[in-house]
């Protein structure tokens, strides 16, 4: 991320949103919770919501906050080098460090019943709550830290925290293990094999490997769908940290796994927005028409684990689709998820027609999608450009630059995509260098063209793949890819009848007025309410035809990427990008009255 340069657009303004928001929070509001439990004095009043409310108490998520933060800020001084992020890495890090001094153990959490919380969940005794999954996320953030932030001393208590469970579950066989996994855990498979990489300690593999859920991992394997039903974001993690343990064991089996089940979330059990789940938990794609209209559709930490999951994919096999997916659940899952005028981030991103965005508040939710909200938006640099040995991949179409130091060059991204369907790139080079670009031809476009320096070089009408165009490069050279975006709609095998539209890789919302709404309506403590929250008549226009034909019937508005198309009782629905919907209700599905012959 520190080779690539984002430039002016909806991104890098939801960046600096972000980076607002990280600076405003108080890292000692985060850490009272640990210094508690380490029987330190508290240096700073609790934050609310999620950190302390009774409401919440059960879920035992308690902690969770700070280890995103520490992630984000991490990811924040990667991309920006502003020095203060990784100060209050530092500073955290030096924090839960005095916290582990004065409790003489490498534990460090923030559960209301502190340490006795974990023990007993390790013994195997009945809990409530979620230990493992709140202590992924200071593990992460720890390693977050000591990686992208180069923070020494996040590294130790990171270290001291690792080895502490390795002890902690030595234990306990193999059998109540995996019974231990049925509770939700986050991503510790991941951090583990990740701590593996960075050490080369035999404890820790051993460890990502008995943090891997067999009796999910195995029908996998199998090639068996067995998510109907399943809670989305406990399996997520888990498939994240197949992918890793793979990498760093070799074992054929966790790869198997997660490239199974990329397939079945991404091909036959998402929206049109690339979010899944109703609820929080996958349904059977049979039922897709009672669950499409949720309220409760899309959580967005979903989104952002399978962004994880795709990007680790294509890392060990660059292929388009990967890409693809990525490209689509970026725009309509995450840029979609923050409010852009406050910088807050929804929870869940449902299709209730006549319902609008909800966005969490600065101080007193604390969701697990503020925490990952936190990370979303300032790592959007980490997945535009990849290279190997002698390509260059060119992923995503965002006004951005990046420097390939060891070919002593640098690619500049000028683009107004997806308001037009093209980008130009151009060299600049010390030397004359050979490399292969390798452009992508994405799936919903029907052909591709590729010029260099005003002549045409490349056609292509294989959506899906990359444009290779190998040669020896000079500065100055040019690359434009021209594509083609035009509305299309989107279905369910199981309900044909009920359509979203697309433009390229933009699901188009109907966007419906703010009927009922006051400023501020949408900023809410409690995710549970959601569906509650600013309910109203609202009348939603139906739309009828030929479901298959009715993208036929979009016609292009005034502005770019705004259209319209005619209701039943003859008004013009306007149609807008998802991801720029926000205080207002919309409509993405509709269910399309069939028209008698």
């Not at 509001?29 to 059960?58: C, D, I, Q």
């Not at 109907?228 to 974001?233: F, Q, Y």
């Not at 320096?453 to 056609?459: C, K, L």
């Amino acid at each position: 991320m520190a080779d690539v340069t984002l430039r002016d657009g909806p991104f890098l303004h939801a960046q600096r949103m972000t980076e607002a928001y990280l600076l405003r929070l108080q890292p000692d509001r985060m850490l009272h919770n640990f210094r508690v439990n380490a029987g330190l004095k508290p240096k700073a009043a609790v934050y609310g919501g999620w950190e302390s409310e009774p409401t919440w108490a059960e879920i035992n998520c308690h902690g969770h906050t700070l280890g995103h933060y520490l992630s984000a800020c991490a990811l924040a001084y990667r991309s920006t080098r502003d020095k203060r992020y990784r100060q209050r890495v530092d500073y955290i890090a030096s924090e839960l460090a005095a916290c582990q001094k004065a409790a003489g153990s490498g534990l460090v959490c923030a559960f209301p019943d502190g340490p006795a919380l974990v023990a007993a969940h390790i013994r195997g005794e009945k809990i409530t709550g979620v230990p493992w999954y709140a202590l992924h996320k200071i593990y992460a953030g720890l390693r977050d830290g000591a990686l992208l932030a180069d923070s020494v001393a996040a590294r130790e208590v990171l270290i001291r925290l690792a080895d502490w469970g390795v002890v902690a579950t030595r234990p306990i066989d193999d059998a109540q293990f995996e019974a231990m996994l049925v509770t939700e855990h986050g991503g510790m498979n991941e951090v583990y094999a990740d701590l593996y990489d960075m050490t080369g300690k035999e404890d820790y593999r051993i460890l990502a490997q008995r943090f891997s859920h067999k009796a999910l991992m195995e029908p996998l394997v199998k090639a068996r769908d067995v998510l109907d039903g399943m809670h989305a974001n406990t399996q997520v993690p888990k498939i994240v940290g197949f992918q890793r343990v793979y990498e760093v064991t070799g074992d054929d089996r966790y790869a198997q796994a997660a490239n199974f089940f990329f397939r079945t979330v991404a091909h036959t059990r998402s929206f049109a927005t690339g979010g899944h789940g109703d609820n929080e938990h996958f349904f059977a794609m049979a039922d897709f028409g009672k669950h499409v209209f949720s309220a409760k559709g899309s959580e967005t930490c979903c989104q952002h684990n399978m962004l994880k999951l795709a990007r680790l994919l294509f890392m060990q096999d660059p292929q388009a689709d990967y890409a693809d997916y990525y490209e689509r659940t970026l725009y309509n899952g995450i840029l979609a998820s923050q409010d852009p005028d406050s910088g807050m981030a929804t929870y869940f991103q449902g299709a209730r027609p006549g319902y609008m965005k909800l966005y969490h508040t600065p101080e007193d939710s604390f969701w697990c999608c503020t925490g990952t909200g936190m990370e979303n938006h300032v790592k959007y640099r980490d997945s535009i450009y990849f290279h190997d040995d002698r390509s260059l991949y060119v992923n995503l179409f965002l006004p951005s630059s990046v420097v390939w130091r060891e070919r002593g060059a640098e690619l500049v991204q000028t683009t107004s995509f997806p308001e037009t369907p093209t980008t130009s790139l151009q060299w600049k080079l010390r030397v004359p260098t050979q490399v292969a670009l390798q452009l992508r031809h994405p799936r919903w476009s029907r052909t591709a063209q590729v010029l260099v320096n005003g002549e045409q070089v490349a056609r292509s009408s294989a959506p899906g793949r990359y444009i290779e165009v190998e040669r020896l490069w000079r500065d100055g050279d040019r690359v434009e890819l021209r594509l083609v975006m035009e509305p299309a709609v989107e279905s369910a095998p199981a309900a044909p009848d009920i359509v979203a539209f697309t433009y390229g890789p933009i699901v188009l919302a109907g966007a419906l007025g703010r009927q009922g709404l006051v400023p501020g309506a949408d900023i809410v403590v409690s995710e549970r309410k959601y569906g509650e929250y600013n309910m109203a008549d609202v009348a939603v226009p139906m739309l009828a035809g030929d479901a298959e034909k009715l993208a036929q019937q979009v016609k292009p508005g005034g502005a770019p990427l705004e259209f319209s198309i005619g209701a039943e009782d003859g008004s013009a629905v306007r149609l807008i990008p998802y991801h720029r919907i926000a205080h207002e209700r919309y409509a993405t599905y509709w269910k399309v009255k069939p028209v008698k012959a």
